[in-house]
């Protein structure tokens, strides 16, 4: 508790100095503890290894079918079945793909203090009003910010992934944005409507940060994924 508490101070004081450098860090440090959870989470998962074996190297691996199964031993036109006790390796890290996500806390950390701020002063809450400014906040953060956000996300990711062009990008929001943003309803606006009402301003954005690390591993293991 005595740790939790110097931490708080910290970063109470680094922000009231520095909000921008503080709010770039704190979401950088995020992102990528966010995509090491989601690649440690895939390595280590016989479901998900295989959803990214499959989703990394699917064409290649149809093309070394085709010629093994030229060389496979025969006898008429039935396969001769060999016991192999090899196993398939697991996907070794990606550390290519954990420099990409972490760039994408970098880049939005600015414009994600903004748009806290401008909540703050379109929707004060005060003693004589308080549940109405949380709910206008809520509402005008999950349908206004969440959905461009969100679009963002995967088509920053899409382009700047290798071989990654306009229809990578295209691709990649028709199969993973409805998903994408009917889990951020699950869970973001309870969220938020906790942590507008219930948490001092000070410790609005650490609460926020914490729910965004959770957020952060859906949202690496949902881009790294096949596509529902």
Known sequence: MAIFTILSRRYDLAFKKRPILTMVVTNTILGSIADILAQTIEITTPQRRTLYASNATGTRKLELDEKLNQKLPRYGDQLVHIHSTSQPLP??????????????????????????????????????????????????????????????????????????????????????YVPALKANYALWPAAQVVNFRLMPLKFQLPFSSMVMLIWGVYASLVNSGPGP
């Open 91 to 176: 996907p070794s890290f990606d550390f290519g793909r954990l420099a990409l996500f972490t760039s994408w806390g970098l880049v939005t950390a600015p414009l994600f203090f903004k748009w806290l701020r401008w909540l703050e002063r379109a929707y004060p809450i005060t003693t004589a009003s308080t549940y109405a400014p949380v709910l206008k906040r809520v509402a005008c953060d999950q349908l206004g910010f969440a959905p461009i956000g969100i679009a963002g996300f995967f088509a920053y990711m899409a382009y700047l992934e290798p071989g990654g062009n306009m229809e990578a990008v295209k691709s990649r929001l028709e199969q993973l």
